[in-house]
């Protein structure tokens, strides 16, 4: 069964470091999320894309945040300069569709700590 | 804008029993989604289910329903003959909002599930 996988696992980086995180999303969907759970939390939705273009965005994500479709296959989620407050779960998904019936389905998650 | 509410922070069950986690959402969209994720100890977020709001019946998928009632605006997942491995926080969460963006999902804050043997 097709899935989403996602890259690292566990990324670890020092406060002002740069971090890519990456996806694969399931090969036939066109539409890709990012969402954020920080520990104990609930998942906050981050951004989604379609078509090479951010189609919409959450508060949370700003300047600091960015994402790319760099090839036909990975999607990935940009952080310019982390913060403490950017340690969490980070969970790409994909839909074949953008109506309110079609499922979402999400990658294992990178877990971002940042010192 | 849409809110899931779930209100039970932790439920207990006794393996093989069925238990009835609760979602209350509120949306003023006609056309809307409603999902349940379960998330292990590991991290994952795995679909379980899923329920439209112009379906007539209670979605089903295996040892998985939906009790969803559209006037009280609830979407309960049932979980019959619980196993062990069920034990999980359960995440509600809801599609909507046909004039914005591309219909994230909202979710609740989670049930967290143990089935004790």
């Known amino acids: 069964e097709p899935e989403v996988t996602q890259t690292p696992s566990h990324q670890v980086t020092q406060m002002g470091q740069e971090v890519i995180l990456r996806c694969v999303p399931i090969?036939?969907?066109?539409?890709f999320y990012w969402y954020r759970q920080i520990l104990g939390q609930k998942v906050e939705f981050l951004v989604s894309?379609?078509?090479?273009?951010?189609?919409?965005k959450s508060e949370i994500f700003d300047d600091q945040f960015s994402v790319e479709r760099p090839d036909g296959s990975n999607f990935t989620l940009k952080i310019r300069s982390t913060k403490l407050e950017d340690s969490a779960m980070y969970f790409c998904?994909?839909?074949?569709?953008?109506?309110?019936?079609?499922?979402?389905?999400f990658g294992p998650g990178t877990r971002l700590t940042v010192l | 804008a849409q809110k899931i509410t779930q209100t039970q922070p932790g439920m207990f069950v006794q393996e093989k029993e069925a238990v009835t986690l609760d979602c209350t959402y509120d949306?003023?969209?006609?056309?809307?989604?409603l999902f349940w994720y379960k998330q292990p100890s590991s991290g994952e977020m795995i679909f379980l289910i899923y329920?439209?709001?112009?379906?007539?019946q209670n979605a089903t998928e295996g040892r998985y329903s939906l009790n969803f009632q559209k006037a009280r605006k609830s979407a309960n997942l049932v979980i019959s003959a619980s196993q062990l491995g069920d034990s999980a926080m359960y995440f509600c969460?809801?599609?909507?909002?046909?004039?914005?963006?591309?219909?994230?999902?909202?979710f609740g804050t989670g049930t967290r599930l143990l089935v004790s043997p």
């Open positions: 998904a994909s839909s074949e569709d953008r109506e309110p019936t079609d499922t979402q389905y």
């Open positions: 090969s036939n969907h066109l539409y």
């Open positions: 894309f379609y078509n090479n273009e951010i189609s919409e």
């Open positions: 949306t003023s969209d006609q056309s809307y989604g």
């Open positions: 329920q439209g709001s112009y379906d007539e």
């Open positions: 969460a809801m599609r909507a909002d046909l004039n914005t963006g591309f219909q994230k999902l909202v």
